[in-house]
């Protein structure tokens, strides 16, 4: 069965601090991995899209990798800020239907000051 | 760009009551989405389209209905309101790329059904 799973479900850090997101997917044919923010009460946002030939992809304090052999991705999150305080979801297209995603079901990040 | 709008924000039904939930956008995209989202768990598609006219059923169709007349609208009816959709529900849109495609989401509607 297609599959996405995120660890840690949750997660507190300090201000400043950095923290690594995980997300492991079971999903064949593979054709790109994306991952969202959604602030609470609110719509997901695109952080990033990554397609199976990219290895790491940046979007300012946020940095993506993505090891298709293992299936796995991380999302890396530097110098927290307290806006940062979300849940990040991994999302992949179910057997390379990009109208069909799987969405995992987060890991909620609290930055604390 | 308003980018994309949902209406109502909130609403409150009784068992076996129906409405249209309201979803436009005004990025000229092709695909539109709707997805229901519970308490801690992942997003789930209720329907989607590809272009005006063509519409698809998703993971979790059953209860409701949809319509696309024009690339901008896409609402979702529910028919005979049951409380298993309480539930807060997103319409998203979407344009194909090489790389994939960015979902753009709405601000959703909370939905209690009593």
């Known amino acids: 069965k297609n599959q996405v799973e995120q660890s840690p479900q949750s997660l507190i850090i300090l201000e400043g601090k950095n923290c690594t997101l995980q997300?492991?997917?079971?999903?064949?044919?593979?054709?790109?991995l994306r991952w969202y923010k959604q602030d609470t009460g609110r719509g997901p946002v695109s952080l990033t899209i990554?397609?199976?030939s990219e290895n790491t992809k940046s979007n300012g304090r946020y940095t993506a990798t993505l090891d298709a052999d293992t299936k796995q991705s991380s999302l890396h999150i530097t110098a927290s800020q307290l806006s940062d305080s979300a849940s990040y979801i991994c999302?992949?297209?179910?057997?390379?239907?990009?109208?069909?995603?799987?969405w995992g079901l987060g890991t909620s990040l609290a930055v604390n000051p | 760009n308003a980018g994309v709008t949902q209406t109502p924000k909130f609403r409150i039904l009784k068992i076996g009551q129906s409405m249209t939930l309201q979803c436009a956008q005004d990025?000229?995209?092709?695909?539109m989405y709707w997805y229901r989202q519970d308490p801690g768990m992942g997003l789930k598609l209720i329907y989607y389209?590809?272009?005006?006219?063509?519409?698809d059923k998703g993971e979790v169709p059953n209860g409701y209905n949809v319509s696309r007349s024009t690339t901008e609208d896409f609402p979702l009816r529910l028919e005979l309101a049951a409380p298993s959709q309480t539930s807060v529900y997103f319409c998203?849109?979407?344009?194909?790329?090489?790389?994939?495609?960015?979902?753009?989401f709405g601000p959703g509607t909370r939905l209690t059904v009593l």
């Open positions: 998203a849109s979407s344009y194909e790329t090489s790389r994939g495609d960015e979902q753009f």
């Open positions: 990025m000229n995209h092709n695909y």
């Open positions: 389209s590809v272009g005006a006219g063509i519409t």
């Open positions: 997300c492991n997917y079971t999903v064949s044919p593979f054709s790109n």
């Open positions: 990554m397609t199976f």
């Open positions: 999302v992949v297209p179910n057997a390379g239907n990009n109208r069909k995603l799987i």
